[in-house]
């Protein structure tokens, strides 16, 4: 994308402000807007767009500053052929149709945002914004939020933005609506000044069809089409009217009644063209646009030599224009000077820059639009209680909530236990305790006693004493437990022989030694933890035996031991497994939510239009959202780091640099990856629909929750079509192992997560063409 404001070719003097030759434009599949359109304005001059409400005057105007994109012909701006690559820049003020103001800015940071854009300095911005209070009579000292502004106000602040900078040429759409006649007045001796003092160029549409009569020219559009463009005065004269509007009257109906018999023989095929809804030219159309545009050519009013003329012989309308000087003095001009001064004026590139200095001038004015952008969003943010909410407690309530639940293995699982050597356990167990009195007695009576106090100790199962196994069967039916152990009649006495007669045990002892357990485990997570523990308490039981009655524990202990671990420690929960995961997860969530959020919203606002006339190019305002989305991160970082150390006891091994540096990353990945669905979709509904749907699998095939490889291996490849696929792993190894961003674990994650950025970044960028419809 050029922005020829900082081209060599912007002092390159042109004939014509603005150019249109033999243009078509269509929505989609729809009917022609534009029809082979063709449009002159001189430098220096006041030129009037009239036209019935929808024949396509804004659509014009939004092809002349680059906003849209059309089929064929061609239009030249100052000189400069216009195309998707080259925006005006600060050359051009626009004021587009709707208000396209941040409603949550007030009238001077909105100045000061587009002053910025522009490429003013503070001093230039502070001068402007003074002069043009007093011009449209802005409201206070511009402190006022635009939200709080009537219609009017809203508009006349629209309006400062486009004269703010002194563009080259002013494209007001539709400034006067909604104004009161005296400010009218006033912005139009303005825009004459401008024209006649200072050689600015006006394009201005308007449905108060009198207001242009002093203008230079006037083009009056019907069904996309310019059907005359000439010095109002003039017309009047050839239509011997007093009234403007009844020349109009008179061209539109002329166009209506006669239009037919101005086609040429060739065009003859277009039976109606002129008439809308007609189906044979709708269809014609929608064949084949180019071809159809070609045989327009000629038709009156398509061709760019219009077949109603009465200033054919003026060479110049600029200079000997018949309207000003028939034009009323305005009673109440602004004493303010309007010819650009070089305090006014906006900085303007050196032409005689070596190419180094040029580059890094564009580099430094590229990075001033981006850091105006984000300011912007930040205001924008910090204005927003939602937003706040969403982007700074919401993480840190998530977390706690859900990191303070997910991975915690559930505790208190009633399990019904039905003892037949001591039917009575729950008070039994207890007074035979106090019977044997010292804990370090080797009493081998009643050994069901002291494996269920085992059971009680790590708090995972709560036994429930169970009188027979069909009551227990019954409870667990009821939902009252979620299993029942049943231990043996003489428990004790068979337990005891086995482990004398080890393997010369009979099967009866072998048998009446064994603990039986059945289970609920349709309820799986729950069931899993308390079997487990069941073999703890069973281990702890023998082991708390061995050492009572001096038992060699060798021959009891579990061929296997964990020692010493590598990472983490033996008391460590799934909890630590699923944290690192959570952050991530959460990080790249509020990105990929928010960021097509401001991107649909300055869409549907407008401004993201307007700025992008003003100069903001698409990778700007990318950059100015990120670096916001980034820079809220910290914030973000800061939030995790405390609810993590303080809420759940939970302390990053590794460095918090390196950890803040993943958060950044992920931040940027979800944001990317936002971004690209709001291009794609344009839509808040369908964003929040695809988000409901995607944000889940995310978090699955991410293996925030379980590892990857419990996905099955032809769904495994999912994984890679995610981006938090990558960035998990890394910061396991840093938040649980302490490792460092060198290691085998967490580069290479990284290393794909950056690379996940750049492909969606520049996917984006070749995508927003997509955005000009
Ligand atoms: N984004 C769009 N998608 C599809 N059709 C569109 C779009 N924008 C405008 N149109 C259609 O193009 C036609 C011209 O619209 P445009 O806004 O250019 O008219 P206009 O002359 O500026 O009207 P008005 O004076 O009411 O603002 C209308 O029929 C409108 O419905």
Redesign the pocket.
Known sequence: MVDISESNNEAEPAADAVLVRNVCKS??K?QP?LRNLSMQVEQGSLYGLL????????????CIVGLKTWETGEISVLGRKIDENVTMGKHIGFMP?DLSLYELLSIKETMKYYGKLYGMTWEQIEERFQFLQNLLKLPGDGSSYIRKLSGGQKRRVSLALALLHNPKLLIL??PTVGLDPLLRKSIWNHLFKLTTVSKITVII?T?YIEEVRYSNKIGL?RN?RLLVEDDPICLMKLYQASLLEDVVLKICRKDQNHGLNELPSKTNNLEGVFVDNQPKFQATWKKNLKSCCNEMKGICGTNGKFCITCSDSKNDTTTTNPSLQNQPQPSNVTTATEKISPQEAPPVTNNNQPPKYKFLNSCQASIQRSIAHSKAEWINILRSPIYICILTLLPAFQLLTTGGVVGVEPKGTKIGVVNYEFLNWEAGCIKHREAIGSNDTCDLSMLSCGLIQHLYSSGYIAPIQVTSKEEALAAVKRGDIKGYIQIPVNYSSFSIERAVMKHFASNESIDGSRVTMHMDLSDYITMFVALADLLKSFERFIEEIGERCDFSLKIVEFPVQFREPVYGSLEGSAQTYVIPALIAGLLFEISFAVVPLILINALKQGTLVRANVAGLRFHEFLIGVLFTMTSLTIIQVIICYMSLEYGLNFRIQGSILVFTFLCLLTTLCGGTFGLLLGIIMKDVLCIVITAVFLIPMLMIYAGVLQPIEVIPHNLRFMSLLFPTAAIVEPFRSVMNRGLSLTHPTVWPGVLLTFGWVMVLTITCLLLRKKLK?
């Open positions: 929505y989609g729809s807007v036209g019935s409400s929808g024949c396509g005057k804004s659509t014009l105007l939004s149709q759409d539709e549409t449905h559009m996309g419809t």
